[in-house]
């Protein structure tokens, strides 16, 4: 009991720093795409450095098609990589960050629930049920009460519809990530030297050397940020949080991106949550709790 515990607690260590990185993403993507940047450079500056600093990583491993096949890598690249950055960069560009974050990453979760029951078989406790349950509550609750704001309209509809989009593709990833038995840096190479490869000559054609009219301190700073710390950091830790307590349990943090964002994007962006907006954040980080398997008091009877 005493390993499991400690085990469990390493996970929520690495799962809660993900999410903590994750919701600064949310807000501080929110800001670079409503001032200076668009999506397309946000996709750049996300892999662009990633991909460089990783590339002696995909060197020295390879591929990994024995375990993954052209599909499979294809599959890795997709969910995590640049078109997932662009999805949800899209997203942000018109919808607030908070109230986005309870759909992208607070449902993937779900999305990786659905997918390990149905493919996997993995076995989802009832524990974790009441878990997913309270996520969906509180995601609902918040996207229903926004719905009444003035500005809701079909732009603000189809960030919603590309938030859970990017949702998916994430969860798909997570999903192949493990049964890969991928380590977090590796799969974080392969994420980042795929994207960089693909993306960058698709950038050039479309923007150019659009990049060079960013002021350069704002650019070093989305650089280090994008690249460094949310490519290579949170994925780190968030494959770590996966190996540790399974792919369900360890996507599940996640769903505390949106109280993490809601926090962050105050002082941020001006985006105060209303009344029932921190009720939604209190439900979907009591879900969260239960659907990663944390301890409960009937488990120490």
């Known amino acids: 009991m005493h390993s499991a515990s400690a085990r469990y607690l390493k996970g929520a260590a690495c799962g809660l720093a993900a999410a903590s990185i994750w919701a600064s993403w949310s807000a501080l993507t929110r800001f670079a ?31 990994a098609l024995d375990r993954l096949g052209w599909l499979g890598l294809a599959v890795l690249i997709a969910g995590a990589g640049a078109p997932y950055a662009l999805v949800a960069a899209g997203a942000l560009r018109l919808a607030p960050a908070a109230e986005l974050s309870a759909l992208n990453p607070g449902c993937i979760p779900l999305f990786v629930a659905a997918i390990a029951f149905a493919f996997v078989r993995e076995t989802i406790s009832l524990a974790q049920r009441t878990g997913l349950a309270l996520i969906v509550a509180g995601a609902v609750l918040l996207i229903i009460t926004n719905a009444d704001a003035a500005d809701w309209g079909a732009s603000r509809t189809f ?26 840096l590796h799969a974080a190479a392969l994420v980042s030297v ?31 940020f994008q690249g460094v710390l949310v490519t290579i950091v949170s994925l780190l830790l968030y494959g770590r949080a996966v190996a540790l307590l399974g792919a369900p349990h360890g996507a599940a943090f996640g769903a505390l991106v949106p109280a993490l ?17 921190w009720l939604a954040i209190v439900l979907i980080s009591a879900g969260v709790y239960l659907a990663s398997g944390g301890p409960t008091p009937k488990a120490h009877l």
């Open 261 to 277: 964002t809601a926090l962050i994007a105050i002082p941020l962006l001006g985006e105060w949550p209303h009344a029932t907006d």
């Open 159 to 184: 960030g919603a519809m590309l938030a859970l989009f990017a949702a998916l593709m994430w969860a798909i990833f997570t999903v192949v990530m493990r049964r890969a038995d991928l380590d977090p």
């Open 194 to 224: 795929g994207s960089l490869a693909i993306y960058l000559p698709v950038y050039l054609a479309w923007r150019g050397a659009a990049l060079a009219r960013i002021p350069l301190t704002e650019l070093a700073i989305q650089v280090v």
């Open 33 to 63: 795409v409503t001032t200076s940047f668009d999506p397309w450079d946000v996709a750049l500056l996300r892999y662009g450095a990633a991909g460089v600093l990783l590339l002696p990583v995909v060197v020295r491993r390879g591929l």
